[in-house]
């Protein structure tokens, strides 16, 4: 089993930043692959971002792309998500999600993970 617990967000103004963290407990981090995902109120849940298990593959929505980055750091079991440029459209509760699965054609669908967090709530004020 692994526990996913993040945290981070927060409130801020548009073309604000801010960083989520995600810390995983219970199982070997490296065999794990990690993936962020939110969700906005009345709205299915999305993919934002993914990595891999080295970090050396990272994957991204369109609609992030070139605004938020994902990476990890393996020693302190820890993915983050650093979010620049945020828009107002960001506003959700975002997810971390673990899988133990090696397909990476798979790491943007829901279905594809194992383990998720409770959420963090990122809103971005106009």
């Known amino acids: 089993q692994v526990q996913l617990g993040e945290s981070g967000g927060g409130l801020v103004q548009a073309g604000g930043s801010l960083r989520l963290s995600c810390a995983a407990s219970?199982?070997?981090?490296?065999?794990?692959?990690m993936g962020w995902f939110r969700q906005a109120p009345g709205k299915e849940r999305e993919f934002v971002a993914a990595?891999?298990?080295?970090?050396?593959?990272?994957y991204y929505s369109d609609s992030v792309k070139g605004r938020f980055t994902v990476s990890r750091d393996n020693a302190k079991n820890t993915v983050y998500l650093q979010m620049d440029s945020l828009k107002p459209e960001d506003t959700a509760v975002y997810y971390c999600?673990?899988?133990?699965?090696?397909?990476?054609?798979?790491?943007?669908?829901?279905?594809?993970?194992?383990?998720w967090g409770q959420g963090t709530q990122v809103s971005v004020s106009s």
């Open positions: 999600a673990a899988t133990i699965k090696a397909r990476p054609a798979a790491v943007v669908t829901t279905p594809h993970y194992d383990y």
């Open positions: 219970g199982r070997t981090f490296v065999n794990l692959a």
């Open positions: 990595v891999s298990r080295s970090g050396g593959t990272t």
